[in-house]
């Protein structure tokens, strides 16, 4: 499985940007998709993440209400669109996918994210700088 990210850039606080990942690959029927980000210094975050074969999805309660993740099964593409973007989201965003059998039990994005770090495909990653 390969995950390419893209749409990261620089934008002005309160601005939008909307990242896109590209998976190709695909070796099992559903996946479980998320967006994590790092910045210097700080542990990484789960921002969002969403079950390909429904509509499931996980946020972290500081972008509920400004980030949607959304996807494009036919062409195997998950989005993220953020907006009212603020300095604090400023980090390298990645992209990180596993087969849904091994994360079928999970109830949060803690857990998710555990997941992702076992035994999750990841993409190189794109920055996003908001000032």
């Known amino acids: 499985v390969q995950l390419v990210e893209s749409g990261g850039g620089s934008v002005q606080a309160g601005g939008s940007l909307r990242l896109a990942c590209a998976a190709s690959?695909?070796?099992?029927?559903?996946?479980?998709v998320g967006w994590l980000r790092q910045a210097p210094g700080n542990e990484r975050e789960g921002v969002a993440a969403?079950?390909?074969?429904?509509?499931?999805?996980y946020y972290a309660d500081s972008v509920k209400g400004r980030f949607a993740i959304s996807q494009d099964n036919a062409k195997n593409i998950v989005y993220l669109q953020m907006n009212r973007l603020e300095p604090e989201d400023t980090a390298m965003y990645s992209c990180?996918?596993?087969?849904?059998?091994?994360?079928?039990?999970?109830?949060?994005?803690?857990?998710?994210?555990?997941?992702?770090?076992?035994?999750?495909?990841w993409g190189q990653g794109t920055q996003v700088t908001v000032s």
């Open positions: 990180a996918a596993v087969p849904e059998f091994m994360a079928a039990d999970v109830t949060s994005m803690a857990e998710l994210i555990s997941r992702f770090d076992d035994f999750g495909f």
């Open positions: 690959g695909y070796t099992y029927p559903t996946y479980y």
């Open positions: 969403i079950y390909t074969g429904g509509d499931k999805t």
